[in-house]
Antibody, heavy 121, light 109 residues
């Protein structure tokens, strides 16, 4: 079955750029039925949607993060990526990649296991 | 932006019924999805499109949505249901927003 796996550094220095990649296995990222999303969860807090990308490259971002976020897709590698610039301690969180179903009211039907990113010098 | 409001906590004795609400302006016109999250784990979908259950989710989990409130109902609550629960909606208009409620901690007494 389809699985998602996040990868990237677990520690980022303040003011630098956080970079994560999500690898899609068991299925094609080029399916037209989904948006590929990043969601984060600060320790002890709730879920926050960061943004998503369609396989064609169309992107949509949370307005509160839009100025610092870039999501990209590499269909040849079946991967999509997140870059978050100018990070601070407030960006410390578990970052999840996820699949948003277009034809089922935007339900998030698949999640990666999540990866903790700590922003600290 | 669209706001979803959940109670921070709900407590229920084993075997009883737990109801977790999710408030939003005219939420009844949207599809609401519910996720269960246990400590250290990724969220798991328990109800989608207001009231449908994914395969493998017990019938004890049900949902409803009308007016300004959506509700997740867990019948015959078990100790294993203790978790955080999040509601979520999707605005697929020009803004394309995925919105989560703040989450509700379900405690089984």
């Amino acid at each position: 079955q389809v699985q998602l796996q996040e990868s990237g550094p677990g520690l980022v220095k303040p003011s630098q750029t956080l970079s994560l990649t999500c690898t899609v296995s068991g299925g094609s990222i080029s399916s037209g039925d989904y948006y590929w999303s990043w969601i984060r969860q600060p320790p002890g807090k709730g879920l926050e949607w960061i943004g998503y990308i369609y396989y064609s490259g169309s992107t949509y971002y949370n307005p509160s993060l839009k100025s610092r976020v870039t999501i990209s897709v590499d269909t040849s590698k079946n991967q999509f990526s997140l870059k978050l610039s100018s990070v601070t301690a407030a960006d410390t969180a578990v970052y999840y990649c996820a699949r948003v179903e277009i034809t089922f009211g935007g339900v998030i039907s698949l999640w990666g296991q999540g990866t903790l990113v700590t922003v600290s010098s | 932006s669209y706001v979803l409001t959940q109670p921070p906590s709900v407590s229920v004795a084993p075997g009883q019924t737990a109801r977790i609400t999710c408030g939003g302006n005219n939420i009844g016109s949207k599809s609401v999805h519910w996720y269960q999250q246990k400590p250290g784990q990724a969220p798991v979908l328990v109800v989608y499109d207001d009231s449908d259950r994914p395969s493998g989710i017990p019938e004890r989990f049900s949902g409803s949505n009308s007016g300004n409130t959506a509700t997740l109902t867990i019948s015959r609550v078990e100790a294993g249901d203790e978790a955080d629960y999040y509601c979520q909606v999707w605005d697929s208009s020009s803004d394309h927003l995925v919105v989560f409620g703040g989450g509700t901690k379900l405690t089984v007494l």
